[in-house]
């Protein structure tokens, strides 16, 4: 729960009377403003996340981002993916910044099941904040959110580890006797292929995913320090599919396929990163940081896959299948490789004039070199027709060209540069008795690929008024642009856009924070309405996980909604909560009328609960339940996707974790023998998926020649999975 502290904001007088040679004196005393616990930050919009409470939610992905999928303004319909949509946004319009360096993500993954491993390590993790919309200046041009992580300092020695049935990780840790230097590393391991096994139909499964981090700090003085973030992830996918049977329709209209593969898909993506930052702070007054940082992302993307089907009919009074000859199978062949280089300097700054008030301004530069060489197509047949290749009658043989559903060939190789400064003024007062709040800033930005300079102004405002009840209103908006990267560049043909622009979202946010006792306990609900304006949109196709942007500004759009949440101590000693949101996303492509966005959320519901036995006290039990209405299907590549507005069935999934404690850092432990050695001893038994609801995360299209319909066939995720975990700190 988190509490803040209040103290008169500003320079108030006050009078001290003094009898004197009959002369009256004024006495003026500055008072102090006390910040929030636990780390200060100027963003209004801010949420912190528990980092201990995030390692231990009952996950699929895992991760920091697991728990962010429990808040109202966040959604995935995919447990195997770290990927977030937030607030009618894709996967794209989210920062993330690992000590204050933001982080990119590979950007060839397709699938859910080809993540693996987040960049994030859960260990390593001191403190969160998440904004999902409205947040400061110095934040990046993106649309939706910005997620901030800060790696942790070790005091002394300490290892710890995680062992399950899908994976490991094993952390160390030491600082020196004057904690004047100290290192923490940590390497994990995740095979999942257990997991996906669940899923329904025959394929051969072999990800491995490979990561490993280290963080040292060096402090040379109470004034100056160094540190060094090193990052290695390996991700190795292979998968060679065998058959499936798939029941889908409606009860009016029951269908069944069958499809048989050939063939196998071998990726890899391979991440590295380094920062090497200096800290300064010549006095109390000013912090002065400066990061230099490399990054090189290399992804390579091979399949080769053929396969069959037939689509069969069933007469839904009698359940008897209908004479069908709906028979054909196409060919998906890619051979797609990506090599990103990012490398630069950036410089932050803050500055206290006094208590109350904060400059913070920053500049960076970055050289992006981006090596990309596409060549990608898909061959579809129905009954010995190729599609597109018109068909005029069983017995009439069309003499046109026989085409490819689709084509993608491009070899692009560039090398531009991005240049970025900020801003931002941050100031407490009194308003009357009121306290308040107030963070102003804007930050300006140049690429040199597409020659474009964008201003972005932002600005917060808080106010708490002097009531009984313990209310915050906020307000939040400005300007955001979602900087172009490789993904917006790339039109369908696999070539650059040098024309293409940033697109545009005005936003505004209103919020009330409303703390107060239920049962003796502390409680705060959150209310939030939102409403964005956006422009020079580039359209996309959404397919499981890939975003595949047409390469042109031709769309305007908006979105609005709602968030709540409530947290507390359902439970006396631990905080849980319940989420809820109702979001649109919409947009206008070449003024043909406005469409649901491939993102248009709508309900959503999110439940993270956590218990324990009174008597019982180290049996302890959390729960995470999500239900998300569907998503738009989303259209088949290059389709008009005015024609596929149908969305996909809702999104139900509860995960519960049943642990018991042996030795607990928290509590006076009079362990014995072999676990004195231990200062925190967990073994646990998820249920992921425990109702085994085979949620649907997309369609595959499937044609029938003779009446020319396209059907689509869902794509399901996995079904229910019991895991084992055994986590110690020594």
């Known amino acids: 729960m988190k509490k803040y502290i209040f103290c008169t904001l500003s320079i108030v007088p006050t009078l001290f009377f003094a009898q004197k040679k009959d002369t009256l004196k004024t006495q003026y005393i500055e008072e102090v403003v006390f910040q929030r616990k636990g780390g200060s930050t100027s963003d209004l919009t801010n949420v912190r996340i528990n980092a201990r409470e995030a390692s231990q939610i009952v996950s699929a992905s895992g991760g920091i981002e697991g728990m962010l999928k429990t808040l109202p303004s966040v959604n995935s319909n995919s447990e195997l993916s770290s990927q977030y949509m937030v607030r009618g946004g894709n996967y794209d319009e989210n920062l993330v910044y690992i000590n204050d360096i933001e982080i990119y993500r590979p950007q060839l ?5 080809q993540e693996g491993l987040s960049i994030i390590n859960p260990d390593m993790v001191s403190f969160v904040n998440f904004s999902a919309g409205g947040f400061e200046a110095k934040y990046g041009d993106k649309m939706s959110s910005a997620l901030n992580i800060y790696y942790r300092e070790p005091t002394k020695f300490e290892v710890s580890g995680e062992a399950s049935l899908i994976g490991g990780r094993l952390s160390t840790g030491f600082a020196t006797e004057n904690k004047k230097f100290n290192v923490l590393f940590s390497g994990r391991y995740r095979n999942t292929n257990l997991l996906l096994n669940t899923q329904k139909g025959e394929t051969d499964f072999n990800p491995q995913y490979v990561d490993f981090q280290s963080y040292m700090n060096y402090h040379i003085s109470p004034k100056l320090s160094l540190s060094f973030l090193g990052i290695y992830s390996k991700n190795d996918f292979e998968v060679i599919p065998k058959q499936k049977t798939v029941d889908f329709g409606s009860v009016l209209q029951p269908l069944k396929v069958d499809i048989f593969y050939n063939g196998r898909e071998d990726d890899q993506y391979k991440n590295m990163m380094g920062t090497f930052s200096i800290n300064y702070k010549p006095t109390e007054k000013l912090n002065i940081s400066l990061n230099s940082f490399a990054y090189q992302n290399r992804e390579r993307e091979y399949y080769t896959i053929a396969s069959a089907y037939r689509l069969q009919a069933f007469d839904p009074a009698t359940g008897e299948p209908v004479v069908s000859y709906d028979v054909g199978g196409q060919i998906d062949n890619a051979r797609n490789d990506l090599l990103v280089k990012t490398y630069g300097a950036q410089l932050r700054a803050k500055y206290a004039l006094n208590v109350n008030t904060n400059f913070e301004f920053g500049g960076k530069y970055e050289r992006e070199s981006l090596r990309d060489f596409t060549n990608e197509y898909k061959l579809q047949d129905s009954i010995g027709y190729s599609v597109p290749r018109p068909f005029t009658g069983p017995r009439d043989f069309n003499d046109g060209n026989l085409d490819l559903k689709y084509l ?15 801003l931002q003024f941050s100031h407490k007062m009194f308003w009357g008795s009121s306290k308040v709040n107030i963070n102003a800033g804007a930050r300006v930005a140049h690429w040199d690929f597409n020659d474009e300079t964008i201003f972005s102004p932002r600005a917060q405002f808080a106010i708490k008024p002097n009531w009984d009840a313990d209310m915050l209103f906020r307000v939040a ?16 043909e696999g070539n650059f856009n040098p024309n293409i622009k940033s697109q545009k979202s005005t936003q505004i946010i209103v919020a009330n924070d409303y703390e107060f006792e239920m049962y003796e306990r502390p409680f705060k609900l959150t209310t939030e309405l939102y409403y964005k304006k956006l422009d020079n949109l580039i359209p996309y196709y959404l397919d499981n996980v890939r975003i595949r942007y047409t390469g042109l500004n031709n769309a305007t759009g908006y979105s609005y909604g709602v968030d709540a949440r409530l947290n507390g101590e359902f439970v006396p000693g631990v905080d849980s909560w319940l989420s809820a949101s109702y979001a649109r996303s919409f947009e206008n492509i070449d003024n043909k009328g406005d469409i649901p966005r491939p993102t248009d959320q709508n309900f959503r519901f999110a439940i993270f609960y956590q218990d324990y036995m009174p008597s019982f006290p180290k049996m302890r039990v959390n729960l995470t339940g999500t239900y998300a209405m569907g998503l738009p299907t989303g259209s088949p590549l290059f389709s008009d996707p005015y024609l596929f507005e149908k969305t996909l069935s809702s999104y139900k999934r509860v995960d519960i974790g049943l642990s018991y404690v042996f030795v607990d850092s928290k509590e006076n432990n009079n362990s014995y023998g072999f676990l004195s050695n231990f200062d925190e001893l967990t073994l646990g038994v998820q249920i992921f998926n425990a109702f085994n609801i085979y949620n649907t995360i997309a369609n595959n299209w499937i044609t029938d020649v003779n009446s020319s319909t396209i059907f689509p066939v869902p794509v399901n ?6 895991n084992v975990k055994l986590e110690f700190r020594l």
């Open 717 to 722: 995720l996995t079904g229910r999975f019991f």
């Open 477 to 492: 908006g400005g300007i955001y642009y979602q900087a172009p990267f490789y993904k917006e560049i790339k039109d369908l």
């Open 109 to 113: 993954i397709r699938d859910s099941q």
């Open 408 to 422: 993608i060939r491009g070899d692009n190789n560039i090398q531009p540069t991005r240049t970025s400064a900020y």
